[in-house]
C-alpha cells in the first residue's frame, strides 16, 4: 500500500506543471481546425505539464472566470481575422484577467489586419500599432531568399543576446530565427515595458497592398520597431506581444532558411518559443522573498522586534529564491545590480546594499547592519527590488525608534567631552570650601591702643 501512494505522489510530481503560478492554460483561435498547424506547440506545452485548453473566440461557453476567481492562470491568443475577441475577451476583461495576476500571450500577424479590440486593448498598455494595421516588417539585407525572395518580408535575424548587463538573459542563445510577416509595434515611455527583440538597423515598415512607400511615409524603421515586447504590471503580471505568429508553426520551428549571404541554416524557433512561453507564464524570472529578520546585534536578542532605540546596532538580513523551469533556486543578483536595504521614514535615513551572506539549497541570504539614525519615530525597513524580467520584491516592516529612557543616558564622567564642565564644577566647590576654610580660620586684625590717664 505504501508503495501504491509513493508511485501515485512521483505520477502527480511528473504531471506537475513547470509554472510557478499554475497549469490551466487557454489558448484561443478563431477557428480551432487551425490548432493542426501549432501541434507540436502544443506538444512542447502539455509535455512541461500544462494543462492546455483549446477554444473558439466564437465560443458561448467561454468565459475566463468563474464565481469570481480566474478560471485559467495563463491566457495564449491567437490572432483573429474578426474586428474583435467576443463579449468574453473584451481588452476591460481582459485587463481584469491581468489585475487577477494572469499571464497573457499575444501573438500578432502582418497576413491580417490586426483587429480594432486588440489594438485597444495594446493601446492601454502603451504598446502601439501602426495606424495602418496591416502593415509588416520587411528588411532587404536580413531575409530569407528561400521563401520571400521577392518580398523580403520573412526575416531571419539572430536570437537576442543579454538583454542589459544587470538583468539575467532569459532568451539568449546561439542561432537564427525565423519571422515570417511580422506586425511591428512600438513602445511608449512606461517603465514598465521592456523589448525582447528589436528590429534590425536595416528594417521598416509598410503596407504591401499599397505599393512600395515614399521615404517620407514610413512611420518608423529600425531598432524604433519592436518584433518581441513584454509588458510585466505592478503586480507582477506579465505580457507579452510577440510580432508573429507563424513562427510559432510547425513548418517554421524546424525550417531551413538561407540568408541573402548564401548562409543557409536552420532555425531556433522552437527554442525560442519554449523560452518565450517560460518566460510569459511565469517558469523563470520569479523571486520569492523566503523570510525576513531583524534584530539587535547582540548575542541572544529578541528576533524582529517592535521597538528600537536610536543608536542601536542592527542587523537585517532577507532570504530570496528564484524559480528556474521546475524548482526554487538561490538567487543571484545580475551583473552590477545590488538588492538594497531602506530604512526610512517620510524619506530614507539610509540605504544599504545588502551583501549575499549564505546559501542555501533554494536560497540566498542577503544581509547588512548598521546603526538606527538619532531620530525618534516610526520608522520601516524596506527593500523594493523592481528590474525587467524579474518579479518585483516589495517587503515592508514598520518598527518604532524611540529616544534613550532615563536611565539608559551615559553618566556625565563617561562623556569625554563633558571633562572640562565637570572640572569647572568642581574647581568653584573647591573654591568655595577653601573661601570657607580661610575664613572660618582666621583671626581678625586687632590695633592695640594705649591707654591714657
Known sequence: ???????????????????SSGSRLLAILEDTEQKDLYSTLWADLEARGYDVS?????????????????????LLILPPKSKGLGPSLTPKHILDFMNKDGNILLALSGKTATSSAISSLLLELDIHLSTDRSQVVVDHFNYDTLSAAEKHDV?????????RSDVKAFFDGEGVLALPRVAPQTLGDSALLSPILRAPATAYS??????????EDILATGSQLNIVSAMQARNSARFTVLGSVESLEDKWFSASVKTPSGKKTSTVNREFAKQLTAWAFKETGVLKVDKVEHRLATEGAELNPSIYRIKNETIYS???SEYVYDKWVPFDVPGDDALQLEFTML?????????PTHRTDTSTVFSTQFVTPDQHGIFSFRVNYKRPFLTSIEEKHEVTNRHFAHDEYPRSWAITGGWVWIAGLWSVIGGFLAFVIVWLYSAPVTDTLKKTQ
Not at 508503495?3 to 506543471?17: E, G, Q, S, T
Open 1 to 19: 500500500m505504501r508503495w501504491c501512494l509513493a508511485l501515485l505522489i512521483c505520477c502527480l510530481a511528473v504531471v506537475n506543471a513547470l509554472s
Open 54 to 74: 483549446i477554444e473558439s473566440s466564437k465560443s458561448e461557453q467561454l468565459a475566463l472566470f468563474k464565481h469570481g476567481e480566474r478560471a485559467y492562470d495563463h
Open 155 to 163: 526575416l531571419v535575424l539572430q536570437r537576442p543576446g543579454p538583454l
Open 206 to 215: 509598410y503596407n504591401p497592398k499599397e505599393g512600395m512607400p515614399a521615404a
Open 318 to 320: 532577507i532570504e530570496v
Open 347 to 355: 524619506s530614507p535615513f539610509h540605504r544599504l546594499t545588502l551583501q
